[in-house]
């Protein structure tokens, strides 16, 4: 039978042969295996929801080989990197490995950290109240002196380990160059008893608001008091002797009212039409965040006739 001779079959097998190197040869050329480098983020599997994995590292860096079309329409996030940690309980596990899965027939190269030393704890939670530290100085005669922060406490979680070294939540505020009330937000840093940031927890918040009072230095002063006249007397007369009584004033306020005010300035007196001594009891002007003693003069304006 033909099917058997070599002669019928024999040229037909050498072409298939040829066409399949020939297909092999055609992908490489034109799809060929490449590597390239991929961040992968590491995922923590199957941890008990009472427990807490610490010391895994966040990132690795993989070379993984492909094809190069497998290379243009792969995913990033369909490349993973994770740790299996089922059934685990707290403790160490040194040399824990970190697993690789990828989407299809791709395969993983190298990649820099292939192992790392686990440590399991059990989930704490802490509460702290937040505690303002100034940094920084203020102005010659300033003073940062009330201070507040909302909310009050901060909420620390994570390793009980961890959680358990957590000693203050400081809230640093500068007062450099500050002369007025203000707020703002500043960060939440959680420190050990000897002073050292406690790392590897949640803090929440982790920012608050923070209001400060600045307050002025203050001295006491004597300062005269002027009377101040409106209008005209009656035809025919005229202003004589004014006084005032006391003729002056003690004021205790910040150091840069008196900067300012070297002299204090009574109400005005209405005097239009008078043909008599005119007195009246005027109230002073009194210092912001400050005080003045008296606080009310009695002013005696003469009124002579021409």
């Known amino acids: 039978m033909k ?33 390239n480098s991929y961040t992968i983020p590491v995922e923590v599997r199957n941890l ?19 094809t190069r079309s497998d290379m243009i329409t792969i995913r990033t996030d369909n490349i993973k990197a994770y740790v299996d940690l089922d059934g685990l309980t707290d403790g160490n596990y040194p040399n824990t490995p970190i697993r690789i899965s990828l989407p299809g027939n791709e395969t993983v190269v190298s990649q820099d950290i292939s192992y790392f030393d686990l440590v399991i704890d059990t989930y704490a939670v802490k509460s702290l109240p937040a505690q ?64 050292n940031t406690v790392t590897s927890i949640d803090v929440m918040p982790t920012r608050v608001r923070a209001s400060v009072q600045m307050k002025e230095d ?14 005209e007397p009656a035809s025919g007369y005229k202003v004589g002797k004014i006084t005032v009584n006391p003729p002056m004033a003690t004021v205790k ?14 109400e005005e007196i209405d005097i239009t039409g008078a043909a008599e001594d005119v007195t009246r009891r005027i109230d002073l ?21 021409e």
Not at 218 to 231: H, S, Y
Request: hydrophobic share 40%; proline share 7%.
């Open 218 to 231: 203050q001295k006491t002063e004597n300062i005269p008091v002027k009377a101040v006249l409106k209008g």
């Open 253 to 266: 306020a910040p150091e840069s009212y008196f900067e300012k005010n070297d002299m204090l300035t009574a």
């Open 3 to 35: 099917y058997t001779n070599p002669k019928w079959w024999l040229p037909k097998l050498l072409c298939l042969i040829a066409a399949f190197s020939f297909w092999i040869y055609v992908m490489n050329e034109q799809n060929p295996l490449m590597e």
């Open 48 to 66: 008990d929801r009472s427990l807490v994995a610490t010391n895994v590292p966040k990132n690795i860096k993989a070379v993984i080989r492909m």
């Open 132 to 195: 303002v530290e100034f940094i920084g100085t203020p102005p010659q005669g300033f003073k940062a002196e009330k201070k507040s922060v909302t909310p009050e406490y901060i909420t620390i979680a994570g390793a009980s380990h961890q959680v358990e070294l957590a000693n203050r939540a400081i809230v640093s505020v500068s007062v450099s160059s500050k002369t007025k009330d203000f707020e703002e937000f500043d960060a939440v840093n959680i420190l050990d008893e000897a002073g």
């Open 285 to 305: 002007p009194k210092p912001e965040n400050g005080i003045i003693i008296p606080g009310s003069v009695t002013v005696t304006v003469e009124i002579e006739k």
